[in-house]
């Protein structure tokens, strides 16, 4: 009986210290992601039809799990998001062109990327789904070919870190990136601007 007490009043500790709820943090995540997403989902809704240009692919779903809701994961921070992106973006499309079968192809994009990712420390995983767009992804997204790293990726990218930059940053408790001087740089130039 003893025991069994003893392992209700630990599992009470972990679920109540693993379900905290942070009123201010989660506000700020939903409207850091909010702005994200929304933005580049605007620019979409917005651009030439008959241009077939494409901004919002699935994998910065993922990352602003981590620009906005880990805000301090290594994973999270600048450099991560926009070279993991173009990394994987490079190796998916190059690989399209050089592998024919779509399952070996999917296998090598994947795996490569996250190998160059280690190798040049730009580990983001959303940037695996990014390589796999780049090979499963609509006819669209195949017709753009290395415009692919340009647009989406790297306009996407940049439009969720400056609103990560300013909706993180809103806040004392909330600071990004981990790297400060990269931050304090990025301020003094453009968001003193705005003050």
Known sequence: ???LKRRVRLLK??????T????KEHLWTFIGSFFGIGLIGYLQS???SDLDNLFLIGSFGASSVLLYGV???????????????????????TIRYLVP???L???????ISIVLM???RTLHPPGGATALIAIIGSEKIKALGYMYLLSPVLSGVTILLIVALFFNNMTSHRQYPVNRHWYRVWKRKYLQRFQ
């Open 118 to 120: 280690q190798i040049t």
């Open 105 to 111: 192809a999917a296998a090598f994009a994947v795996s």
């Open 1 to 3: 009986m003893k025991k």
């Open 20 to 23: 905290l709820i942070d009123f």
């Open 71 to 93: 805000i301090q994961s290594p994973l999270a921070q600048p450099r991560n998001l926009i070279g993991g992106h173009l990394v994987c973006a490079f190796v998916g499309v």
């Open 101 to 103: 079968e779509v399952w």
């Open 13 to 18: 500790i972990v679920v109540y210290k693993e």
């Open 46 to 48: 917005r651009s030439l």
